[in-house]
């Protein structure tokens, strides 16, 4: 390693649906982050490592602001407020094609009282025409003072490796915190999960989504190499439970199916993935059962 090398932590944060999961993934080069159009669909942090010859940035995706309206919700809004003076810069990210909105007023509120490098990143800009771009800047410049503005597409790569190359230049020369081949600080077990609870997210509908959590009640490796993980589904009400299992099991059939092949290119293995749902009343709002299900703020 040369005496040059640098290395720091940077948040991603940013409002529902501003593509900070997409970013992500496409920097560390592949799926650690679920993504989804539906709104909310990351509740914890979750920290991506990317490592070169001469530099090492780890990247924090957090779930995007919004007005908590249970339990959950105020957990997922605190772990994205507390990394905020915890890292070495921030990356505000925007959805190009929804524009400034009054969710972006409240962050740019908490980035007043940051004492780090923020950086505005306007994503999705494959969404919109150029012409509206540079009012779109200027709107986001009156408001805060950032230390460089960068408009990307994480989902086609446009711009990342400026951004990047910024970001390295502004961090601090340190150790390298993880090995060359260490690209998340989350468990597969964790990764697994989350793999599973997207393709309900991704298949289910109305009020189903959100309401929903992963467990994963068994994981191991059988004498043929194969992986046979064992999970359960947790939902709020016997209805939602139904709709996840749908007629005659169609609906958890394609859940599992479309989670198998994700776990499979994860673990480089055969996987037997068997799913089960229960129905846990309120569990959102229920501080012991969030805690159980693996929101626990004191990991933070």
Excluded: C
């Amino acid at each position: 390693m040369n005496d040059e090398f640098k290395s720091g932590f940077i948040t991603i944060i940013g409002r529902p649906n501003a593509g900070k999961s997409t970013f992500l993934n496409h920097v560390i080069g592949q799926k650690i982050a679920i993504m989804s159009e539906k709104r909310q669909t990351t509740r914890n942090r979750i920290q991506g490592v990317m490592t070169s010859a001469d530099s090492q940035l780890v990247f924090i995706d957090t779930p995007g602001i919004h007005k908590p309206k249970h339990r959950l919700g105020d957990f997922m809004v605190k772990s994205a407020e507390d990394t905020l003076n915890e890292v070495d810069a921030v990356m505000f990210m925007v959805n190009a094609s929804e524009g400034y909105g009054k969710g972006d007023q409240y962050i740019l509120d908490l980035l007043e009282k940051v004492n780090r490098p923020v950086f505005l990143v306007i994503n999705k800009i494959d969404l919109v025409h150029p012409d509206n771009l540079l009012p779109l800047i200027d709107t986001y410049r009156n408001k805060y003072d950032f230390e460089a503005v960068f408009p990307i597409s994480a989902l086609h790569g446009n711009n990342i490796s400026s951004l990047l190359e910024d970001l390295k230049n502004h961090m601090p020369e340190g150790p390298q915190y993880y090995p060359d081949d260490y690209v998340t600080d989350h468990p597969e077990r964790f990764i697994i999960s989350e793999f599973i609870r997207e393709k309900v997210l991704e298949l289910t509908r109305e009020e189903v989504p959100h309401s929903i959590a992963v467990t994963i009640e068994n994981l191991e490796e059988r004498e043929s190499g194969a992986i046979f993980i064992q999970a359960s589904v947790v939902t709020e009400r016997k209805t939602q439970k139904g709709i996840i299992i749908g007629k005659q099991g169609a609906m958890l059939k394609s859940i599992g199916q479309k989670a198998r092949e994700d776990i499979e290119a994860l673990l480089g293995s055969k996987v037997y993935l068997e799913l089960w749902v229960k129905v846990q009343k309120d569990w959102r709002n229920k501080q012991s059962q969030l805690e159980e299900l693996g929101y626990r703020s004191d990991e933070y």
